[in-house]
C-alpha cells in the first residue's frame, strides 16, 4: 500500500499577508485513487492543489508528486502531472486537434491528438475552434489536454462548476472511468453529491484546514454513530449533514 | 527549438484567423498614410524660392528685401540661406524648393533690359506660377522706385522673366509620409498588438495554464515576439506596396538591396516596441490599464519622432529630448533608405539607437513577465 503513494502532503502552509489559506494539510492519494477536497470557497482548496501543480510556493511544509519534492522540482513536477485549473482556458482560434499537438510538444510528448480526443468523445470536434465549445465539452476537451503528457496524478480542480446536471453526470462520468489508467486523481469540489458519487476517499476542508479524512459512506456512517441529523426531509444523511456537524456551518452558502 | 516552432506556427494561424485583427492592423495606417498623402502642407505657406543675386546693386537689394519681406509685412517668399546657383538647382530637383531665380548683373541699370531666369519644378507649376506673378509685381514696383523716372520715359519690359522647367524627383510630403506612417505601423502594431493579445490570454487564464506546463517563460516571450516580428515585416512590405501604387512614392530609388535590408530593420524597431508591450502589459494591473498606459507611451512617440512633421519643427529643447526616442531613430532611418535609397549601414548611429532601446526594453519585458 505505501508504495502506492503517488501524491504525498505533508503539512502545507500558505499565507498571503494576514490571511491563513493553508494551515498545516497533510494527506496522501493512491495509485488508482479519486481523493476529494469536499469544502465552502475560500477554504483553501484551490491554494492547496496550485501548490501541488507547481503554481505557487508553499510558505511551509512539502509535497511530494510520486517522490518528487515540488518545491525544489516544480518544472519536473509539473511534467510529471495532468492539470485542469479551476479558470481553465485554451487558445479562441485554435482548433481542438491543434491545442492537443500544442500542448503535447509543449510537454515533450508523441501522443497523437486524436487518440486524446477520442477518450473524452471529441473526435468528431477535433477541426472545431475552441471558442465553439460549450461549457461541458470545454471541460471535457481540459482533461484530453492534461492526459498528453500520460501523467501519473491528475489534478482537477472543480472540475463541474457552472455545468448543467447532465454535462455534470457526463463528466462524473469520464472522471470515473480515468481510474482504471492506474493516477492518482485529485479533484476539488464543493458539490457534496460529486464528492460522494465519485470520490473514494474525501477530505473535508474548511478555513484551511482538514477536519475528517475517509470514504464518504464512512464518514456518513460515523454521523449516524454520533447520532448525527439530516437537514432532509427524508431523512437521509449525506456529506452536506457531515460538512454541517463538523463545522457548524453549511458547505454552499 | 520543438517548443519555439510550435508556438510560432500556433501564433500565426491564430492572427491569421482572427479577422478583425487581421483588418486593423494593415487597414488603419493604409487609411492614414493615403489620407495625409493628400494633404499639401505646401501651399500654407509663401513658396519656397531660392535666390542667387548677381547684380548686387541698388535695385536688386532692394528687389530681394521685398521679397524675403525685410522691409515689413509678410514675406513674399520663403527664400533659404544659400545663393549658391548648383545647390538650389539641385534642391528644385530634389523638390525641397520650388523654384529659384537669378537675377543678372546690371539688373536695373537705366536703358538696359535683362532677363531674370526662374527654374522651377515641373511638379510644382502652380505653385512655380503663384511665385511668377509675385515677382512681376514687384519688379514692377521695384522698377518705379530705383528708377525715380517719369512714366513717359519707362521702358516698356525693362527686365523679363525667363521660366526654365526642370523635372524634380524629390517626392514632397507624401515622400515623408510615407516611411513616417510605415514606422508608426511598426510601433503600434507591435506594441498594442503584443498589449491586446496578452492581457487577454492572462485573463482568459490561457497564460496560467501555460505556467502549469513544464516551459519557462522564455518559450513563451520569444516564441510570441518571434511571430509578432514576421507579422511585422508582412504589414510594412504591405504597406510599402501602397505607398508605391496608391501614393505613388518611389521606394528606395536605385536601391533594390533595400527590400532585404529593410528586414533587419523591421525587427529591430518591431523588438523595441514589441518588448515595450510586454513589459507595459506586465507592469499594468488590470486589462482597463494596459490600454491607457500603452497610449501614453505611444503619443507622445507618435508626435514627437518626426513621423508626421519634421522634428526641425520642435522647439529646440524638445529636440534635445525627442531625438533621442526610439521611434525617432526608426522613422529617420527608415525615410533615409526608403526616400534616399541608402543602406542599412549608413544609418549606424539609428541602428545604435534603436539597439539600446531593444536591450532596455527586452530587459524590462523579461522583468515584468507575469503568468496570471
Not at chain 1, 219 to 229: F, K, S, T
Not at chain 2, 196 to 208: A, C, I
Request: aromatic fraction near 8%; hydrophobic fraction near 50%; include cysteine.
Amino acid at each position: 500500500m505505501a508504495n502506492d503513494v503517488v501524491i504525498d502532503v505533508r503539512d502545507l502552509r500558505k499565507s498571503y499577508g494576514e490571511l491563513v489559506a493553508v494551515d498545516g494539510v497533510s494527506f496522501q492519494v493512491h495509485r488508482g485513487e479519486i481523493f476529494g477536497m469536499l469544502g465552502p470557497n475560500g477554504a483553501g482548496k484551490t491554494t492547496t492543489v496550485e501548490i501541488l501543480e507547481g503554481l505557487r510556493q508553499a510558505d511551509g511544509g512539502e509535497a511530494f508528486i510520486d517522490g518528487v519534492g515540488v518545491k525544489k522540482n516544480r518544472r519536473r513536477v509539473k511534467s510529471m502531472i495532468g492539470v485542469q485549473l479551476q479558470q481553465n482556458a485554451f487558445f479562441d482560434n485554435l482548433t481542438l486537434h491543434e491545442t492537443v499537438q500544442l500542448f503535447a510538444t509543449l510537454y515533450g510528448s508523441d501522443a497523437s491528438p486524436d487518440d486524446m480526443l477520442a477518450r473524452v468523445d471529441l473526435a468528431e470536434r477535433a477541426k472545431s475552434r475552441y471558442k465553439h465549445l460549450s461549457g461541458g465539452q470545454r471541460q471535457r476537451f481540459s482533461i484530453a489536454v492534461a492526459m498528453v503528457n500520460e501523467p501519473v496524478a491528475m489534478f482537477l480542480d472543480e472540475p463541474t462548476t457552472g455545468l448543467d446536471p447532465q454535462a455534470r453526470r457526463r463528466m462524473w462520468k469520464l472522471i470515473d472511468g480515468l481510474r482504471s489508467d492506474g493516477m492518482a486523481i485529485m479533484l476539488t469540489t464543493h458539490y457534496m453529491e460529486e464528492a460522494e458519487v465519485l470520490c473514494d476517499r474525501v477530505a473535508v476542508i474548511d478555513r484551511g484546514s482538514i477536519v475528517a479524512v475517509d470514504a464518504p459512506q464512512t464518514l456518513i456512517e460515523q454521523l449516524a454513530n454520533r447520532g448525527g441529523r439530516s437537514v432532509r426531509r427524508d431523512g437521509a444523511l449525506t456529506l452536506e449533514d457531515v460538512f454541517l456537524d463538523l463545522t457548524g456551518h453549511h458547505l454552499v452558502d | 527549438m520543438k517548443i519555439y516552432l510550435a508556438f510560432i506556427g500556433a501564433e500565426l494561424k491564430m492572427f491569421f484567423r482572427d479577422r478583425a485583427a487581421l483588418f486593423w492592423s494593415l487597414a488603419f495606417p493604409t487609411v492614414m498614410m493615403v489620407v495625409f498623402g493628400l494633404f499639401d502642407f505646401g501651399s500654407f505657406a509663401p513658396p519656397q524660392v531660392g535666390i542667387v543675386d548677381q547684380a548686387k546693386n541698388q535695385a536688386s537689394t532692394l528687389l530681394v528685401s521685398v521679397l524675403k519681406g525685410d522691409l515689413g509685412g509678410e514675406p513674399l517668399f520663403n527664400v533659404p540661406e544659400s545663393d549658391d546657383a548648383d545647390y538650389l538647382r539641385s534642391e528644385v530637383l530634389a523638390g525641397h524648393i520650388t523654384a529659384f531665380l537669378v537675377i543678372p548683373e546690371g539688373f536695373g541699370e537705366l536703358g538696359a533690359s535683362s532677363t531674370i531666369d526662374l527654374t522651377f519644378d515641373g511638379r510644382k507649376a502652380q505653385e512655380a506660377q503663384a511665385a511668377r506673378s509675385i515677382l512681376e509685381q514687384v519688379l514692377e514696383g521695384v522698377f518705379k522706385s530705383v528708377a525715380n523716372i517719369p512714366a513717359e520715359y519707362r521702358v516698356e519690359n525693362w527686365a523679363t522673366i525667363s521660366p526654365t522647367e526642370v523635372a524634380g524627383r524629390g517626392q514632397g510630403y507624401k515622400g515623408f509620409i510615407v516611411p513616417g506612417i510605415v514606422s508608426l505601423a511598426i510601433m503600434q502594431s507591435a506594441l498594442f498588438g503584443v498589449v491586446f493579445t496578452l492581457v487577454r490570454l492572462r485573463n482568459q487564464g490561457v497564460l496560467k495554464r501555460l505556467y502549469a506546463t513544464p516551459i519557462g517563460p522564455n518559450h513563451f516571450l520569444v516564441g510570441s515576439l518571434t511571430t509578432r516580428l514576421l507579422l511585422l515585416v508582412m504589414q510594412t512590405n504591405v504597406l510599402l506596396l501602397v505607398g508605391i501604387l496608391v501614393s505613388r512614392v518611389e521606394v528606395a530609388p536605385g536601391y533594390p538591396l533595400f527590400w532585404l535590408e529593410v528586414v533587419p530593420l523591421i525587427f529591430l524597431g518591431g523588438l523595441v516596441f514589441a518588448s515595450l508591450g510586454l513589459a507595459i502589459s506586465g507592469i499594468a494591473k488590470t486589462e482597463n490599464t494596459a490600454a491607457p498606459l500603452a497610449n501614453i507611451v505611444s503619443l507622445p512617440l507618435m508626435f514627437l519622432s518626426g513621423v508626421f512633421f519634421p522634428q526641425t519643427a520642435l522647439p529646440d529643447w524638445l529636440l534635445a529630448f525627442a531625438k533621442w526616442l526610439p521611434l525617432t531613430f526608426l522613422a529617420d532611418a527608415m525615410r533615409a533608405m526608403v526616400n534616399s535609397g541608402e543602406s542599412l549601414l549608413s544609418q549606424g548611429g539609428s541602428i545604435l539607437g534603436l539597439a539600446a532601446w531593444a536591450v532596455l526594453c527586452f530587459g524590462l519585458a523579461v522583468w515584468a513577465f507575469r503568468w496570471e
